[in-house]
């Protein structure tokens, strides 16, 4: 960095190219990202920004209030003057803001550590001053004639992010005081807290019952606001648009990820806001290996899908078998397939219980089909269905159908196709509705 004697303007030298890496590390950096992002209208000039910037054709970078300033290059060395203005804090802001982090000790020392708390960015959004800019608030500005954010722009706003990284102190300075000012406002303003305390004595410090405090508060609490409305859809996820592969990462996989992760948000926002949500009890968290199959349902890559296989140990074939089960019933059908349990003595009599009254209601269906002249419905010569029991698993003998108990109490139908028991419907409340499930089917 170059300090020009301006204590409003500073001038970093040109940053080495950066092919394969991210643009940012920091929370900070990436809201500056997610800001460019959201700015742009055109998401093909903030992808062809980012190979510019990758090439290292930004220039040195100069910083001021309000404003950057950078010449940025085209690949046959033509030379573009750009900036990109930001908005200022007025002195409103400033004093609300150097209030908030002179309140707390470890803002201030996370600042000197080169740290932006994520605290202080809420608390400052939360008294009407936002730290961090968002969608709109850059306006760039080329010689190369664009209007809107052109490559050079993009490359430039991409370079900041890393210049951030190193240093937030830069935002400050954009938004319009340089390092020295905040420290000094700082100091100021904490000397003055800690006169403030001295003069209302130790008394001060005493307090009042936690009761009264939280009943006053109460008191001068508005309502709360409505809930907003559902979006129509869950939102789309950043394109990560970078050359090659850094670091062996799978890009193609990570953007499924993030899309899935979007949709799993929807999904869960549209349940909480229903009616009732309250009153009903909080599902099981997934396992790795359940949201593993879950997710591979989802997939349409067949790179994904291998690769979501494989980290979980699963051959292609058992996953494709593995989300044919949890297409069925989730994870208690996924449970159906893997889990081969024994059940308890007092659960196994009340499954020999329902086996039983199944083969009873089956020879009773038989006896007054064949009464009325029609074939018999269990099984042949019309018997009932003879049922061969392995822990928790009845097979009935030469029809290649099965049934399964689960743990929650429910009976999953199989059948038996190319030497493997296949997952043929969703669970029944007993061995005789399941029994009925289409072996075909």
């Known amino acids: 960095m170059k300090d020009t004697g301006d204590p409003y303007e500073k001038t970093f030298a040109a940053l080495p190219p950066a092919p394969g890496r991210g643009f940012a590390r920091t929370w900070w950096g990436h809201a500056w990202l997610r800001a460019l992002e959201d700015s742009a209208l055109d998401g093909e000039q903030v992808r062809q920004g980012r190979r510019v910037a990758r090439s290292g054709a930004v220039g040195a970078v100069s910083v001021r209030p309000g404003g950057l300033t950078a010449v940025v290059?085209?690949?046959?060395?033509?030379?573009?003057?750009?900036?990109?203005?930001?908005?200022?804090?007025?002195?409103?802001?400033?004093?609300?803001?150097l209030g908030l982090a002179a309140a707390e000790a470890g803002y201030i020392a996370a600042l000197l550590d080169r740290e932006v708390p994520p605290e202080l960015a809420q608390d400052a959004a939360a008294a009407g001053v936002e730290l961090l800019p968002g969608m709109g608030d850059f306006d760039p500005r080329c010689d190369c004639g664009e209007w809107d954010h052109c490559p050079h722009s993009a490359a430039l706003c991409l370079q900041v992010a890393r210049l951030l990284d190193q240093d937030p102190f830069v935002l400050l300075l954009?938004?319009?005081?340089g390092e020295r000012q905040v420290l000094d406002g700082l100091e100021a303003r904490s000397a003055a807290n800690a006169r403030a305390r001295d003069a209302h004595g130790p008394a001060a410090d005493a307090g009042v019952p936690a009761e009264e405090a939280y009943a006053a508060a109460r008191a001068?609490?508005?309502?709360?606001?409505?809930?907003?409305?559902?979006?129509?859809?869950?939102?789309?996820?950043?394109?990560?648009?970078?050359?090659?592969?850094p670091g062996g990462l799978d890009v193609d996989a990570v953007e499924f990820l993030a899309q899935a992760a979007a949709a799993e948000a929807f999904r869960l926002l549209a349940e909480a806001v229903a009616p009732g949500h309250a009153d009903r009890p909080a599902p099981a968290p997934l396992t790795e290996a359940e949201d593993a199959v879950r997710l591979t349902r989802e997939a349409g890559d067949v790179r994904v899908r291998s690769r979501l296989a494989a980290a979980t140990g699963r051959s292609r074939a058992d996953m494709e078998l593995a989300v044919l089960a949890w297409g069925f019933g989730g994870a208690p059908g996924l449970a159906a397939l893997e889990d081969d349990w024994?059940?308890?003595?007092?659960?196994?009599?009340?499954?020999?219980?329902?086996?039983?009254?199944?083969?009873?209601?089956?020879?009773?269906?038989?006896?007054?089909?064949?009464?009325?002249?029609?074939?018999?419905?269990?099984?042949?010569?019309?018997?009932?269905?003879?049922?061969?029991?392995?822990?928790?698993?009845?097979?009935?003998?030469?029809?290649?159908?099965q049934i399964r108990l689960g743990r929650e109490g429910r009976w999953w139908p199989y059948r038996r196709e190319e030497g493997r028991w296949i997952p043929s419907g969703p669970s029944a409340p007993d061995p005789a509705s399941a029994l009925e499930a289409d072996p075909e089917g």
């Open 220 to 245: 001068g609490l508005p309502p709360l606001p409505p809930l907003p409305d559902l979006p129509r859809a869950p939102g789309q996820p950043p394109t990560l648009d970078t050359e090659g592969e």
């Open 342 to 401: 024994t059940p308890d003595r007092a659960a196994l009599a009340r499954a020999r219980a329902a086996v039983a009254a199944a083969r009873t209601d089956a020879e009773t269906a038989d006896g007054a089909g064949a009464e009325a002249g029609e074939g018999a419905g269990g099984g042949a010569g019309g018997e009932a269905p003879v049922l061969r029991r392995v822990r928790a698993r009845w097979t009935q003998a030469g029809a290649g159908r």
């Open 73 to 97: 290059r085209d690949r046959d060395g033509t030379a573009h003057r750009t900036d990109v203005l930001v908005q200022e804090f007025s002195q409103a802001e400033w004093d609300r803001l």
């Open 174 to 177: 954009l938004r319009g005081r």
